[in-house]
C-alpha cells in the first residue's frame, strides 16, 4: 500500500510536470537534459528530471532513439585526453588523488547517468528496455558498442545472482505473471492457458524462474522440468496432454525440457547457468530420491552445420552429409520404411556435429552445447526422433539430445570446458561421433 | 521456503569444503585464494572459493584483516604502466576495442573481486562489515583508501535509492528487527522495550525505515516521527511517556525528531535524503490535513564551536561567547533565575553558529545543518530549553532547532545550498544570528 | 510451509488407512463408521475415522450417496420421545440439568458428527460438497429436507458475516482462482482468458470476492464493477472491449453489472448482501469522488411472466401484454422500425412486473428484485434496450434495469421492504408501471 | 489496506451512531436492544445494533454486567412450555415441519443473539471477552450455567479445530505477539524480553501456538519446546540461559516443557490436544532424527495431596506421607544430606499420586495428568529434584514427571484412558507406586 502511494505520488510529480511549461520549453535538447541529470547534487531535481528524460524518451521515434544514442556515446563517454594524463599522473607520482581522479575519469559519464536514472522508480524495468533497444541498432551501428558496454557492466552489478530470486511458477501464480511466461517460451510454444496449465499443474511438473526485486512482476529466465520415471529421448511424450501423470515422490529423473530468457535488454547477463544449479537444489531437497538430472534439449545448429558439409567437398563428413539430406529431403521421409536407418545416420552425425564442430574460439558451434557444456553438464545420448514438430524438423532433423548435470562432476566439467573447450561426452556419443566418419583405409 | 532450501544446501557446500582437504591445504594463501575466486569462468566454482574466502576472513583478527587489505590494495588494483598505455591507444587510435580494453583495465580487479563476492548468500552484508572493518583502519592506514574506493563505488550502485524499501515499523513488527532499531537508536537513546513502544505504538507515533532486499533484516536508516497539533521547541515534550496521545487524524503536523543510519559500512552511501522525502510522502498521502513538516532536531556541534569562540579574541562572537559560557559553568544554571537570559543568548549565539559558521569548503561547521539544509530544508526556529538531559547539555547547552520541510521550495533549497553553501534560514532565525554580534559603532 | 507439512502429514494418515486392513474389514458399513466419528472421546481416533468417513463417501455412487443421508436422516437425528420426555422435564423441574439435557437431546447428533467431520483438512470443503449432493435430492426426497436443516444451521454458523474476507480479484490474482471466476460466472458469460482479462485489469473494473479462511482458493461470491462516468442502460458498452477506458479516479458512478453465487453447496447462506455493503464502503475510501452505487440488473423473470400475463384473460395488463408478446414475435424484432414503440411498451410491463407481480408471501416474483430491494436498493429505471444478447432476449426481451444503494436510505428500504413487501422505487419507475395498465373508464 | 479501510468505515458507522439521537433514546434498555438485532431481518441494522450493544456493554460495571448476564438467561432462552408442546406434536405427527418447529424453540434464543453479535468487526473477540466475564460469575451465580452454555455451545463450533492456524513463534514474530506470550505464560514465569528470546530464538529452542482467523493477533494455546540429546529430569537445565545450545538436527528428543492456554474466555473449549499433534508432525517432518517426544510436565495437585494424605489416617500412605511432610518442613531441606533419600520418597508418592488418586469420575486427580494421558501419553518418569523454584516446591516439592507421546500407542492410550481412567504408565513408574505403599504382611 505504501509503496503505491509512494509510486503514485512520484508519478503524481511526473504527470504535473507538463503542468509547468513555463519553466521549462519543451524543446530543451536531450542533451542538455541528460547533462541537467547528473549536473545538480539534489537529488530531488536529478530524480525529477530523470523521469522527465525517461518520459521524453518514450515518446522518440527508432530513429530519434539512436540519435539518442549516438549522442550518448559521444557526448557522455570519458575524455580521452585527460584520461591519458591522468593515467600518466598516476603512474609517476601515484598517490590516492591521483589514483582516485583516473578511476574517476576513465568511468563514462554514462555510467554516472544511468545510476541517476536506476533511482526512478521503475527507472530499472526502463533501462532494460532502452538496452533492448540499444541492441538492435548495434548491427547497423557497431560504435555504439561503447554505449551498450556501459548498460552491460552496470546490469552486470545489478544483476548480480546474488540478487536473484528463485520462486515457483505454477497455477497459484498470478495471471500477469503467467501470461508473460506464455509469451516469452521460447522452445516449444505455449499454445494457450489450457497448455499452460498442464505444464505447470500437474505433480510431475515444474516451471522455476528467477525474479529481480525491481522487476517483480516479470520473470528474467525460466525452466520447465518435467519429472519422469526414467529419461526420455523425445519431447512428444512430455507434451502429450494425455500422458499418464505419475506422482512427483515416484520420479527418479527430473529433465530440463525447455530453458527460456525473458528480457532481451538482459543478453548477455547470463543467469540460466545459476537456474539451474538452484533448481537441481531445490529439487533435491524436496525429492531425495531424485537420482539424475538431465535435459531433453534441441540441437539448434544441427540443419544448417549439415547443409554446409553437405556442400564442403573438403569436410570428413562430406558423404554422409549429403547421402543424409537426400534422404531428408523426401516428404515425411521421418515415416518412410527406412527412416529409423535415416534417424541412425543424422545422429551420428549429429554427435560428430556437437563434439567437433567448434567456433574460431574453439567452443562448439551449437549455442545450447555451448551454454550446458559451460555450466558443467555432459553431452550423453543423441535420440531420434526427439522432435517431429515442424520447427523440430527444421532445426535438426528431428534429432534431440540429453545433457546430464550430474553434482559430482559440474565443476570440473565447467572449468575444463571453459579453459580448454574439450566437451565432456558419453562414451557412447563419442563412439556415435566417430562413426559419422567414414572409415578411411589408415584407420 | 525455497530460499531457506537453497540457503542450506549452499550452506552445504560451504560446510562440506573442510571435508575435502586433499583438494586444498588450509594453508592456502589469501592472495591465491582471490586470485581463484576471479580465476575461474566457472561461476559454481568462484561461488563455492567465495565464501571460502569470506569463512576465512571472518577468523581473521584485526592486524591480519589490516594485511588483508592491504594485499587486496598492493595486488589487485590497476596496473598503472598498462593503463597509461591504453590511455595512449584509446586517445590516438580510438577504436572501441581500444576503448573496451583501457574501460577494463581502469577498473580495478579488486571490483570483480568484491563483485564474485557478492554472488553468495549473506554476500552483500558480509562485505558490509568488511567495509566496516575497513573504516576503522582509515586514520591509521589512509592508503586503504584506495580499497574503500571500490567498496564505496560499488555499495554505490547497489544501494541506490531504486532498491530501497521504505517501510513502516511499528509494534507489529518483528522483534528482530526492533531490537536493532533499539540499538541502532543514535540520537535519544531507546532505554528498553517499553520505551521503544512508546515510540512506535501509540497512534501519534511513526517510526519508517529503510530496507534493502539483500539485507532483509536488517534496517539501514530510520526516522522517528510525532505526529502533534503544532511545531514542539522541546524534546521532553515528545518523549515524555505520560503526554496525552492525539488522533493521528488530529495532528497538523509531523515532527522528525531522530533520525539514525544503522549500517557503519555504509558511510557515506546516503540514503537519509531520500528517507525523509519518501516518508513526507507517505504521510501526506495517509493524512491529507497535515500541513507542516519538521524536524526538532540537535545542534551537536554547538558546545564544542562556543568553546572554541570563547577563546578566539579575534572572534566577532568573542565576548557573548564567553560571557554565555561563563552563565553555563555554574551548576543546574538551566534552572537559576536569570535562566531564560542565559537561554536567549544561547539561542542568539546557536543561530549565529548555524547560519555563519562555515568548514574551508563554504558547508556549515554543524553536521545535522549540513544533512538537512542539503535535503532542501530550511531553518526556521532556535530552542532554547530544546533539550535538558546530560547529553543535549553537553553538545549544545540544551538547545535545538526545527528545519521545515516545504514541498514548493525543497528542490530550489537544496539546488541553492548545495551550490553556493547559502543556508535557507527563516527572518527570524537571521534576526537572531545578527543580535548575537555586538552592536559595532558604524552598525 | 508448516501448513502444507502439515497438510501432507495428515495426508499421510489418510494414505495409510488402507495399510491397516487386518484392522478394519473394508465392509464397515457407514452407519456403523459414523458411529464410530462420534463415539470415541480421542480426538485423534475421531479424526482419522472422519477422514476415513469422507474417503468412503467420496467413492460412492450417486444413488448410494442418497442412502447414505437416508441413513442419516433415519438414525442420527433426535430421539423424539427422549426430547418429549426432557422437555417436559424441563417444564416441570426446571434446574439447569434438566435443560441441558433437553437441549442436548433437542440437537440432532447429525450435528455432532458434521462438526467431528468439521475438524479434519478440508473437511469444511467437503462438507460443503456433500450439501450441494444433498441439495440435488431434496426434490425427489423431501424428508432429506430434515438433514439439511443440521447442514444449513451449521453453516450459518460457519460462514457467518465476521469469517469472510473481501478481496480484490484482478489481473496479478492466481490463475487458479481466476479460473474459477470464469467457471463460476452465471450472469454474463466470461468467455475467455483475454475476456476475464478486459473485466479485471483496466482501470475501470473491478472485482470483489468473498473468501472464507477454510477454503482459502475457493470465491464464495463475487461481484463485477464498472466505474463509469454515468449510469448506463445497456450491458453493451460495458462488456464491449472496444470501450473508451476511463480514470478510476475521474469516475462519478461504481455500477454492479454481475453478481455471482458460487458454491451450490452454500444455497440459502447469503453473503451477497454483505458484499455490496462492504465494496461500496471500499470504493467510497478508495475513490472520495465517486458518488452514485447502481446496478444494472438482469429482470430474469419477466418473458415468463409476460407470457403468463398475455395468456390470462383475467389480467389487468392481459391485452398489452399479448399486443408486446406479439410485436416481439417476428425475427430480429429489435431492429424493426418500430423497435422504440416495442421498447417503450416492454418497459412499462417490466415496471409493472416488478412493482406489482407478487408471490404468494407478498415478495416480488423477480429474484433479482428480491435480492437488490431486501438489500434496501431502490429500483430507479427501466431500459430498453438493455440486453440483446441471446440470453437477454430469452429472459427478458432485452429489458434490463438499475437499482440504486443509498447509504442514507439503505437501512430504511431494507427494513421496509422485508417487513411489508413494499417495493422502493422511483417516480419515474411507479409511472411507467401504472401507464402498463390500460386505462379504465373511471380512471 | 481493504480490511483496514472497511474497519474504519464500519467504525465510522459506529461513531456516527451517536449522530442520530432522535431515532434512538440512550436510555433504551439492553433488553429491548437484544430484541433489536434479532427482530430486524435487515443485516445492515442488525450489525449497527449490535456494535451499538457491544459498546453499551463495555461501558457496564461488573455488577451491570451480571445484570445484563442475567436478563438474558431470564428472557432469551426457551420458552419450555412451548419446546413441550411441540416435542410432543413431533412425536405424534412427524412431518418435517414439526420437526423444524421442534429444533427452533429448542435451540435459546441466546445463540441467535450471539451469532448475529459474532458478525460485526471484533465480534468475535468481544464475546470472548463476554463469557470470560461469565465464568467469573457462575460460582457466585449458577443459574448463569445456563447463559454459558450458549457461549460454549457456539465457540466449540467456532473454534472447531479446523479454523486453527499452528504457526512457529520465534525472534521474527511481531513484537504485539511475543507480548502476548510473555503475558499468558503460565507454567514457568517468562521475566522480560531477553529471557524470551532465550526461549524462542536459540536454534534447539522452539514455540508454537495456534491462532483463530477472527483473533489474528492472539495466540489461543501455546507450546514450549526444547530440543535435546536426551530426556531432562529437571526444568534448571532447560531454562539455564549459559547452558550449551546444540543444533536442531543433533537432537534426538523434543521436549515440551511449558503449555499454557492464553484466553479465559475460551476455557473448556480445548486445543491442547491438537497442539501437541500437530506439533509432533511438524517436528518430525523437519528433524527426522527426533526419535523421543516428551513432556517435562509439573505435578500441580501433589502438594496438597500429600498433605491430605499425611491426615487421612485411613490413607494406605498415611505413614509415608507423614514422614515426606515432616522431613520437607525442615528450611532448605533440599540441600540436607538426607535429600536424596526425601527425594526417593517423594517421587514414590508422586507416583502413587498419578496413578491411583482418581476423583470420584474415576480421572485422575491430578490436571496435567488428565490433559497429557487423555491425549494418549504414558506417565514414565517421575524425578526429583525437577524444579526447586519457589512455585515448584511449593505445588510439588520440587517433583517434575515425564509424559511420553508415542505415534504409535496414542490412539489407544488415548482412547483406553477416556474410556476406562486406567493410567498408561511405565514399569518403572508403576513400580515406584507400589513402592510408595507400606509392605502389607501379605504382600
Chains 1, 2, 3, 4 share one sequence.
Not at 519431447?235 to 520420479?251: K, M, N, T
Not at 547470463?270 to 538431465?294: C, D, H, M, W, Y
Request: net charge neutral; with cysteine; glycine share 6%.
Amino acid at each position: 500500500m505504501l509503496q503505491e502511494m509512494l509510486a503514485s505520488l512520484t508519478g503524481r510529480f511526473r504527470r504535473q510536470a507538463p503542468a509547468m511549461p513555463r519553466l521549462e520549453p519543451p524543446a530543451m535538447p536531450l542533451d542538455a537534459l541528460c547533462r541537467a541529470v547528473i549536473g545538480t547534487r539534489a537529488l530531488s531535481s536529478s530524480m525529477a528530471l530523470a523521469q522527465r528524460l525517461l518520459d521524453r524518451y518514450a515518446a522518440l521515434t527508432f530513429e530519434e532513439r539512436r540519435d539518442f544514442f549516438s549522442m550518448l556515446r559521444r557526448e557522455f563517454g570519458i575524455d580521452r585526453a585527460s584520461v591519458a594524463e591522468a593515467a600518466h599522473l598516476a603512474q609517476t607520482s601515484g598517490d590516492y588523488a591521483a589514483l582516485e581522479r583516473l578511476y574517476t575519469l576513465a568511468e563514462p559519464t554514462r555510467q554516472h547517468l544511468l545510476r541517476r536514472i536506476n533511482q526512478v522508480p521503475d527507472g530499472t524495468a526502463m533501462l532494460v528496455e532502452l538496452r533492448a533497444d540499444l541492441l538492435r541498432m548495434l548491427d547497423a551501428d557497431p560504435d555504439l558498442r561503447e554505449v551498450d558496454y556501459d548498460f552491460r557492466h552496470l546490469f552486470h552489478s545489478w544483476f548480480n545472482g546474488g540478487f536473484l530470486e528463485l520462486r515457483r511458477v505454477d497455477w497459484n501464480t498470478s495471471a500477469s505473471i503467467l501470461a508473460k511466461i506464455i509469451e516469452y517460451e521460447a522452445v516449444h510454444e505455449i499454445r494457450d492457458w489450457s497448455d499452460l496449465r498442464s505444464r505447470i499443474d500437474p505433480p510431475d511438473r515444474r516451471l522455476y524462474a528467477f525474479f529481480h526485486p525491481r522487476l517483480p512482476r516479470e520473470p528474467l529466465v525460466f525452466v520447465e522440468v518435467a519429472l519422469c520415471p526414467d529419461i526420455p529421448s523425445g519431447i512428444g511424450a512430455i507434451l502429450d496432454r494425455e500422458r499418464p501423470v505419475i506422482a512427483a515422490e515416484a520420479a527418479r529423473t527430473a529433465v530440463f525440457y525447455s530453458i527460456s530468457n525473458c528480457q532481451d535488454g538482459l543478453r548477455g547477463v547470463s543467469f540460466g547457468n545459476l537456474l539451474i544449479k538452484q533448481v537441481v537444489s531445490s529439487l533435491r531437497a524436496e525429492f531425495p530420491r531424485l537420482e539424475t538430472f538431465v535435459t531433453l534439449s534441441p540441437v539448434p545448429g544441427f540443419a544448417r552445420w549439415l547443409a554446409g558439409e553437405a556442400q564442403n567437398a573438403a569436410s570428413i563428413v562430406h558423404a554422409p552429409a549429403k547421402a543424409a539430406l537426400e534422404r531428408t529431403a523426401a516428404p515425411e521421409w521421418w515415416l518412410a520404411p527406412d527412416a529409423q536407418e535415416t534417424g541412425l545416420a543424422l545422429t551420428r552425425l549429429a554427435a560428430h556435429y556437437l563434439v567437433a564442430a567448434k567456433r574460431s574460439g574453439g567452443e562448439p558451434v551449437d549455442p545450447v552445447a555451448r551454454f550446458h557444456l559451460g555450466n558443467g553438464a555432459r553431452l550423453t545420448r543423441v535420440n531420434w526422433p526427439g522432435n517431429l514438430s515442424a520447427a523440430g524438423l527444421k532445426g535438426a532433423h528431428g534429432v534431440m539430445v540429453n545433457y546430464h548435470y550430474e553434482l559430482g562432476e559440474i565443476e570440473t566439467n565447467s572449468e575444463t570446458f571453459l579453459e580448454t573447450g574439450a566437451v565432456a561426452a558419453s562414451a557412447a556419443v563419442a563412439d556415435l561421433a566417430q562413426q559419422a566418419v567414414p572409415a578411411s583405409p589408415t584407420r
